[in-house]
Each structure stands twice: as structure tokens, then as C-alpha cells.
């Protein structure tokens, strides 16, 4: 009977948690069926463990199709991602997360697909106010970061202000305390492991190329992290800020030995939901210091150099109204409007200059329709000003649970 009832509450728990799911973190949601399972005592039907303990498994996953305006670039359908979750709660207090990441299908010496442990970390909660965590964990810059699950989100691609300026998904190896405050209040703050300069390969995407990912990080320069949200009725409001040296003592190139080539990425963000109408901003702005110095390290030992990215921003705005409502059927159209600033440092004596393509507008508009709160068809139409070959018609499926 317990399980039965823990079932049946595990399921409502999720319906209800849908209806905010947009501004509600995957982990708050996580947090609040481990409270349930406290209180019964029993772990869920399908896990493992004794009274008292319980493992559960989590996924989510997209299969999206591009279509192309330009000959230019191929057409192309792709298991975007296949993301399957662990998580353990010890007893009341402490608890694991995981997340294991397959990317394009198939993983070989001669395809592009990748597997990636995406997040592993404990969480020991004293209180609501007090969690101490430890291990690879997501960073919480903007909105997109920490709620990628395709169902969140709207549009068959992540917006282009998360992963090019906020480098989506973002995790890094480190310790921090995070918690609920008073009036709504939700913070988070820590130490981690940063970037590593040297690896970077394409200012296209400012300085995602140097992420490290937990995988062997340099960490002779270790960063710092802080973040405040307010919630209240359908409102967030945000905004958090991501600091450390990147030169990492020359490691990755020694030509940086002693370069501090500091990073300082911020951004403040917003969601609105008044009845069927949604509306989201983010702006993020990032600056990388010794700029030439980058470039000279560039030049010594890249085959094909390029010119150090110093200043990047970015802002979407972006608005969705859900026409139609039903049971668990969803139909919701939205508009994106985003802007991508990514500056390069010029050098023309040594033919490094700005690529005209790292300044962007991008229109994308499109549909959401929720077959199921965790399942979701999407389509869109993206048009790009600069570059007008990333023009194209995308299809998506996605889901979560």
C-alpha cells in the first residue's frame, strides 16, 4: 500500500511540478520527491535500496532534423542527445546526482558522437537555507544552463545566447553552498575549476573551447562563482556572475606561463507567466583580459590562427502564449529575438582580424505542442542576418522523466 501510495504521489508531484517546469530547476523538483520518499520511508517502486535509501533513474533526450535554406550546409537528422540520470539519497540529508551524456548516436574513432558525464556531485542539506555540495556540477548562469531538459525549453536548438556567450551545458569540478533564504530568495555560490585559455581553438563561441569539462583540468587557477534568484507567482528574476584567471600557468600552452588572461562572465535574467502568456529575457556579458597575449600564444602554435575573443555579449528576449490547453495537451507558439557580440582582438600586422559572422541577430519562431508534460513536438523557423546560410527549417522531439 505504502508503495502504491508513493507511486501515485510521485506521479501528482510531477504533473504539478510541470506546471511551473519552465521556472522550476530539474534539481528542486528532485529534491522535493526525496522529501516525499523521506516521509514514507520506502523507497519508489522500480529503485533499489534499504528503508530509509532509495536510487532512482532520471533521463531526457531530443531528435531533431535541420533543414537548410543553403545548399551550402547540409541537410541532416540527428539523435541530438541521450541523456540517462543516477541519483541516490543516502539517508535524509545526503544525496547524489549524476547525469552520463551520449551525443550523435554513435561513438567511434571515425564518428563525431561523444560521451560525456555531464554531472556527479553529493549534496549534504543541513537545512532549506544550507547545502553543502562537492563533485562536477552545473554552473547557474542564466536559465538554459541548469534546465536544458528539451520539454523546458522553446525551440528545436538551444538558444544561441546559452551556448555561445553562457557555454551550455556548463559544468565545472568544485565545492559550494546553495539554499532557500527568506522572500524567495534562492542562492548558490562556490569555488571551482575554470578555463584553460590555451585550449582555446574557435572565438566563434567566445571561450567555450576552453572548457575544461572535469576532464583532467588544469587547476593551477581556480574560479569563483555567485548566484541570486527570486521567485514569487510566476515570476524569476536573476543573476549571477563567474570569475578566475585562465592562463592556468602555461599547462595547455607556455607561451601563457604567468599570463593571467582573466575571465569575468555575468549575467542577470528573467521569466513572466501571466495566465496563457510566458515571457523570458537573459543578457550575458563576459570579458577575457591579456587579449594579446592570447594572440601571440595563438599565433606560435596554431595552424590556422585566429584572433583572441576579449568581449563577449549576448541578449535574447523572447515571448510564447499557449493557445491551446487540454488535459495533457499543450499547443504553444512562441518568437526569439537574440543578439551575439563576440569581439576579437585585431591584430592586421599579423593578419588577425574580426570575423563579421561573430556579430549576429537571430529570429527563430515557432511552435511547442506537449503531447505529454515530459513529452514535447517542436518546430521552428530560424533566419540569421549576418550569415544567412544558417538560415533553415528545424523538427524536433524531446523528452524527459
Known amino acids: ?229 527570486y521567485r514569487s507567482r510566476g515570476l524569476l528574476v536573476g543573476g549571477g556572475v563567474f570569475a578566475g584567471n585562465t592562463g592556468q600557468n602555461g599547462a595547455s600552452n607556455p607561451l601563457l606561463k604567468g599570463v593571467d588572461a582573466r575571465l569575468t562572465l555575468w549575467d542577470v535574467h528573467a521569466q513572466y507567466k501571466v495566465g496563457r502568456l510566458e515571457l523570458q529575457a537573459v543578457y550575458a556579458d563576459g570579458k577575457l583580459a591579456d587579449a594579446d597575449q592570447l594572440n601571440a600564444s595563438i599565433l606560435a602554435t596554431s595552424a590556422e590562427p585566429f584572433a583572441a575573443p576579449n568581449r563577449m555579449k549576448g541578449a535574447y528576449v523572447q515571448a510564447a502564449y499557449h493557445i491551446y490547453k487540454r488535459d495533457k495537451l499543450d499547443f504553444a507558439p512562441f518568437v526569439r529575438l537574440e543578439g551575439i557580440d563576440i569581439r576579437q582582438q585585431e591584430d592586421p600586422a599579423n593578419g588577425l582580424f574580426q570575423d563579421p559572422a561573430n556579430h549576429e541577430r537571430i529570429t527563430t519562431a515557432g511552435f511547442n505542442f506537449w503531447v505529454h508534460p515530459q513529452v514535447v513536438l517542436k518546430a521552428d523557423v530560424q533566419r540569421y542576418r549576418t550569415d544567412p546560410t544558417k538560415d533553415r527549417f528545424d523538427l524536433g522531439l524531446g523528452y524527459m522523466f
Request: proline fraction near 3%.
Open 1 to 229: 500500500m505504502k508503495q502504491s501510495a508513493l507511486a501515485l504521489a510521485l506521479s501528482a508531484l510531477a504533473t504539478a511540478a510541470y506546471a511551473q517546469s519552465t521556472d522550476e530547476k530539474l534539481r528542486i523538483l528532485q529534491q522535493e520527491i526525496d522529501e516525499l520518499k523521506a516521509q514514507m520511508q520506502k523507497p519508489s517502486p522500480g529503485s533499489v535500496g534499504q528503508a530509509g535509501s532509495a536510487t532512482t533513474i532520471s533521463g531526457y533526450g531530443e531528435f531533431n532534423y535541420n533543414n537548410y535554406k543553403s545548399d551550402t550546409r547540409p541537410t541532416q537528422a540527428d539523435l541530438r542527445r541521450f541523456v540517462f540520470g543516477l541519483h541516490h539519497r543516502f539517508d535524509d540529508r545526503l544525496t547524489f546526482h549524476s547525469e552520463v551524456e551520449f551525443e550523435h548516436a554513435v561513438v567511434s574513432r571515425d564518428d563525431e558522437g561523444e560521451v560525456e558525464l555531464e554531472q556527479a556531485w553529493v549534496n549534504y542539506k543541513f537545512s532549506d537555507a544550507v547545502n553543502v555540495k562537492g563533485g562536477l556540477f552545473l554552473i547557474p548562469l542564466g536559465i538554459l544552463n541548469e534546465t536544458h531538459e528539451p520539454p523546458t525549453y522553446y525551440g528545436v536548438e538551444r538558444n544561441e545566447v546559452e551556448t555561445r556567450i553562457i557555454p551550455t551545458t556548463w559544468r565545472e569540478l568544485g565545492v559550494g553552498m546553495h539554499g532557500l533564504v527568506g522572500g524567495g530568495f534562492r542562492y548558490d555560490v562556490g569555488i571551482t575549476t575554470g578555463f584553460d585559455s590555451g585550449k582555446l581553438d574557435d572565438p566563434s563561441v567566445g571561450i567555450r573551447s576552453a572548457h575544461q569539462e572535469g576532464q583532467l583540468a588544469n587547476a593551477h587557477d581556480l574560479s569563483a562563482y555567485g548566484a541570486l534568484n
